[in-house]
């Protein structure tokens, strides 16, 4: 499963735009690139979920280059209530959900 | 909604006590998870369950077991619960659809303390 590569942390303050990369050198080509996000004492929540180009839903973007080795997670204005881990994991198609995750990257929002 | 419950918030058990972590789906998945969350080592995957009665070793296996009589259950076992087991527990589950989403939808989870 390929390994993925992202800060540890990250801050910011509300209204900006986040952008937070993942980098994810060997994937292989029925992997998909899937977020999640965790607040404290929660089970992590499914975000968004990619396989190249750019997909977009009410929450947020994912950007995926052509070559695939890296994504970009991004959260238009945000807000004190985005404060969470954020998981980027490469999924490997049909393969029964199983997933591998990393550290994380922790966002702070402050006022 | 999916909804996946946990049987406890909050467990606090003695060492060398059997220990067992309820997880229940109501959405009919296929798959079923367990996994402990430990800072500094993210989310680390126990066991995994693809089927009624089938079950597969995750990363760490060691010291624990499961069961998967019914289709909605799956339950975490600590045949002889030890310190170094005190953890946040994250159940989770997925459908087997075979498409491109295969979204897991997670418990709240267990903090069990073994004192």
């Known amino acids: 499963l390929a390994k993925t590569t992202q800060p540890i942390s990250m801050d910011s303050y509300e209204g900006q735009e986040v952008n937070i990369t993942c980098s994810h050198n060997n994937i292989a080509t029925n992997d998909y690139i899937t977020w999640y996000q965790q607040f404290p004492s929660q089970g992590p929540r499914f975000i968004i979920q990619g396989y190249k180009t750019k997909v977009t839903n009410e929450v947020a973007s994912l950007f995926i280059p052509a070559d695939r080795k890296s994504s970009t997670l991004s959260l238009p204005r945000v807000s004190l209530s985005d404060t969470a881990v954020y998981y980027c994991?490469?999924?490997?198609?049909?393969?029964?959900?199983?997933?591998?995750f990393g550290q994380g990257t922790e966002l702070s929002v402050k006022p | 909604d999916v909804k996946v419950t946990q049987s406890s918030r909050y467990l606090v058990k003695r060492t060398g006590e059997k220990v067992f972590l309820e997880c229940v789906q109501d959405?009919?998945?296929?798959?079923m998870f367990w996994y402990r969350q430990d800072p500094g080592l993210g989310l680390r995957l126990i066991y995994f369950s693809y089927d009624v009665k089938m079950k597969e070793k995750g990363d760490i296996p060691e010291g624990y077991s499961v069961s998967r009589e019914k289709k909605e259950r799956f339950s975490l076992i600590l045949e002889s619960a030890s310190t170094n087991q005190t953890s946040m527990y994250l159940c989770?589950?997925?459908?087997?659809?075979?498409?491109?989403?295969?979204?897991?939808?997670f418990g709240p989870g267990t903090r069990l303390t073994v004192t």
């Open positions: 994991l490469v999924v490997i198609y049909n393969q029964g959900g199983k997933l591998i």
């Open positions: 989770a589950s997925t459908t087997l659809t075979g498409g491109a989403s295969e979204e897991q939808y």
């Open positions: 959405m009919d998945h296929e798959n």
